[in-house]
């Protein structure tokens, strides 16, 4: 079950991607990173439900340190409210914990079906979003940081991703936070659901059969290595790169592959026969 030139180029080609993306639109790369691992490992073998447990595990992982980067970044702009961020993420890191254990006990097929669904919500959301205008200050209860933090941790860890695409409407919506403070805490507080997800994918991934080489648990080094080596470098040329490209276009392409994939993980394409 080793890997092909084939596999390790797509990898590379994501991580580049994604980088690059999530530089020049702040936005993650989950919804490409997952089907493109999922792909990587069932194409040389490795169990449907093994390697979708891989496939959020690792993900999680690459989140880790990109999300310390976003961070910091944020930071020295002002952006991070670190009292919610601290307090979202310690209760997003338990939440994201109990939620790789409960998709380390669930069919591959449901996990592909709920990534997919939650890649096109995403998706629609990116499309319709209009954020409000807030003139308030942001809320500063701890108690509804923590109620909020559980239970999107929760499905941050079953489905794999570092919780931004759900964080953010949260904060914006309900929590009264401004678009650029929304961003940067989000960022913050991914480290922690990143951490305590991707801890769990791996201690709930120890001794399994059937996985492939280079994994401890649910987490496969190899793949880290070849997306989150090539994503962080390109997310700061995309950074750079904001301001010279037509961002909103660039969106509109994100989006329509965030569909695509989408679809794809929900088993439409194969249903109907469609041979893409």
Partial sequence: MEMQAAQITALLITGIAVGFAS????????????????????????????????A????????LPTAFSGAMTHHRKGAVLWKAGITFGIAGALGAF???FIASHLPGRVLTMAFGIAVIIGALRMLTA????????????LTSFILWGIPLGIVSGI?????????IP????FLRFKMHQAVGTSTALMIFTAAGGSLSYL??????AGLPLYSTGYLNWFQWILLAGCS??????GAKTAHLLPAKQLKYIFIIVMFYMGLKMTGLFAYLGLPI
């Fill in 98 to 100: 109990s939620g790789a």
């Fill in 232 to 237: 962080i470098p390109m997310a700061v040329v």
């Fill in 203 to 208: 201690i709930n991934g120890l001794g399994v």
């Fill in 170 to 173: 949260i904060m914006v919506y």
């Fill in 130 to 141: 209009k954020p409000p205008q807030i003139t308030e200050e942001p809320s500063d209860n």
């Fill in 56 to 63: 959020f595990g690792t993900n999680l992982l690459v989140v």
């Fill in 23 to 54: 530089g020049l639109l702040g936005v993650g790369g989950c919804f490409i990173m997952v089907p493109v691992q999922y792909w990587a490992l069932t194409s040389v073998g490795v169990d449907p439900t093994i390697a979708i447990r891989i």
């Fill in 159 to 167: 489905i794999g991703i570092g919780g931004g695409v759900l964080m």
